[in-house]
């Protein structure tokens, strides 16, 4: 049995009176919001702060056999030179039933992720023909079509060119797509999870251009992948040349496999399939090439049967993260409501969230300075009264741009779209703290 400790309660930096019997003084309030305490508080929940909430106020178990200082490490290296993280982080990916394993789909578990970068092993995954084995040493990339001098460029051409590293988003155009009939999803992660933001790090489109000599009528290039589907998207060349990236680095290290190693395509704010993953060619020409996935696949339909094709540009979204689907508070008191907001068409200006369904708004604090086509995080504290709530959370873009409601999206487009959905997502919070999907 475990020696233990009583540590007095005025040991305790929550000794104001924070949470005695389960409510939040003036005092604690005021203590919590303004500490890195107060932030950890807000995560209610986690089941540690459950458990101390349970011990007799004036005293705190402390188990003095469990100090990992009384205890040797372990040795180095054991994970291989590689490193792994805790044992007690175990958030991840989600992965999608489909009848064709090698065509399916993994989602981010957005809930669990800090701040606002997604870890490479937690980046949402869409596949049409599997994963490929793909030696970076026999890889090229060729460039032909439309341009003064057709090329073929070696990886070890592409690592000795110039490179940028820039932050962004990559979102899935399914991406919460259930929205569109009105079908409840359980957790953030299955109704937002086709959404990760990583720092990519490549070679810009445009200097490949200055070395093939594109020709003038040249106003469309055709990405191809080297997997099995031969996964191709025409691209208008405008955006080509403003910001594409031929990427062949992830958050620091090289791309993962899943994602496209040794080379894949990022357009910046652009729906995630035309991302083509393990790109092996760039065909330039004068029209789009209306490609399967151009026509039959990733078009919107509209309520009058047309089909709206490439519709590229991810609309502004938000999403609230804490508290969301499945979660559950332990009681009335203080919270900090969080979330991440993005826009394929720059930098995210504001967000708003409302704790009463819509009837009021307020501002919340952004985490750190917008950058373009880049999620960001915010924050909002809020007094739970322990009362029936609807939470949501609307965000504006530098366009001047407002996330919709579901009603207003679907005055515009109907309800035969499948792609593209931005509405807003509202959580609702039940009296006895659950959380769920709550009617839009």
Known sequence: ????????????????????????????????????????????????????????????????????????????????????????ETAVRLLAPAPNPYA??????????????????????????????????????????????????????????????????????????????????????????????????????????????????????????????????????????????????????????????????????YEGNTHIKWIQSLQVSDVPFMSREETSKYTTLMPDGTARKFVFEMDAKSVITFPSGAMRLPGPGFYVITGLAWSGRGRISSVEVSANGGVTWQKAALEGTPEPICTIRFKLPWMWDGKPAVLLSRCTDETGYVQPTRKQLVEQRGVNASYHYNGVQPWGVGADGSVSHAAA
């Open 1 to 88: 049995m475990s020696k233990l400790r009583k540590i007095q309660a005025e040991d305790c930096p929550c000794r104001e009176g924070m949470f005695p019997g389960g409510k939040v003084s003036r005092r604690g309030l005021l203590f919590a919001a303004g500490s890195t305490a107060g932030v950890a508080v807000a995560s209610l929940a986690r089941p540690a702060l459950a458990a101390a909430q349970s011990v007799p106020p004036g005293s705190i178990q402390y188990d003095v056999a469990a100090d990992p200082a009384k205890e040797q490490g372990r040795p180095i290296f054991e994970d291989g030179g590689y490193g792994s993280r805790s044992q007690f």
């Open 104 to 269: 399916s789909l993994t989602f981010t578990p957005l809930a669990d992720l800090l701040g606002n970068i997604t870890p490479s092993g937690l980046h949402f995954e869409r596949y049409h023909a599997g994963i490929p084995t793909i030696d970076p040493a026999k890889h090229s990339l060729v460039i032909h079509g439309l341009v003064g001098t057709p090329k073929r460029f070696t990886m070890a051409d592409i690592r000795r060119m110039p490179s940028v590293t820039r932050k962004h988003f990559i979102e899935c155009s399914g991406n919460t797509q259930s929205g569109w009939t009105g079908q409840k999803e359980k957790t953030v992660q299955t109704s937002h999870g086709l959404l990760s933001t990583s720092e990519w790090t490549g070679v810009l489109f445009s200097e490949f251009a200055k070395q093939v000599g594109l020709k003038p009528e040249g106003t469309w290039v055709l990405a191809e992948g080297t997997d099995g589907a031969v996964m191709t998207r025409s691209i208008p060349m405008e955006k080509m040349l403003r910001d594409a990236i031929l990427a062949y680095g992830q958050n620091g290290e090289a791309i993962r496999p899943e994602q496209g190693y040794p080379l894949r395509l990022v357009l910046p704010g």
